[in-house]
């Protein structure tokens, strides 16, 4: 028997990310991070809002300095500051959570954000970057964290091959 896709493209949608430039494991330096471009897909796919998660003091721009911090951010279970906050999703009934895998887990400012919003009746859409990691442990993490939201199946992205990854993106949407 065939079962129908769930049709979320049409629904109100917005993209919630953290992303990060700078020097990253397997690409050196760059612009824009991995999972900013993938967001950028996802924009253009469905017309969702988009809302970036920033870190009011930056990670070092250094790869191996950023892994530092993000280690000791995640032993000390940390909710660092925000550069700014979204308020609610009221407006929103598929919201896309999307970020690279930092050790397995989400990227702490993501919980800072994600703990600050009303998840019932939302249905959540992770997508990550990684390099071998694939979702990790990040939708077992928004279970927790998105209390009253239904976590849907998630898409995952090897941060060297974004730039390919359009087709990938369009056939998960
Ligand atoms: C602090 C840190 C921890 C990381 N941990 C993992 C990991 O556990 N598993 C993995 O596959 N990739 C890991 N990576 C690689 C990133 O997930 C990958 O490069 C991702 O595409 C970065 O996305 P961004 O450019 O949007 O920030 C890590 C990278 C950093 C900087």
Known sequence: MLF??????DKKSIIIYF????ENYAVGYID???TEVIAEYIKELTD???FKVERKIPY?????ACVREVEDEQENDERPELAHTLDNIDNYEVVYIGAPVYCGL???PMVTQLEKLNWSGKVVRP???HEGSGLGNIPRQ???????AKVVDGLAVRGTSVKNAKGKVEAWI
């Not at 129908?4 to 493209?9: F, H, I």
């Not at 992303?19 to 700078?22: K, L, P, T, V, Y």
């Open 4 to 9: 129908e896709k769930e049709n979320y493209k």
């Open 19 to 22: 992303s990060r430039a700078d």
């Open 32 to 34: 824009k991070g991995n």
């Open 48 to 50: 969702a809002e988009m």
């Open 60 to 64: 070092s721009k250094e790869y191996r």
């Open 106 to 108: 989400l990227p702490q």
């Open 127 to 129: 997508f990550t970057t």
């Open 142 to 148: 928004l279970e927790d964290i998105c209390n009253g």
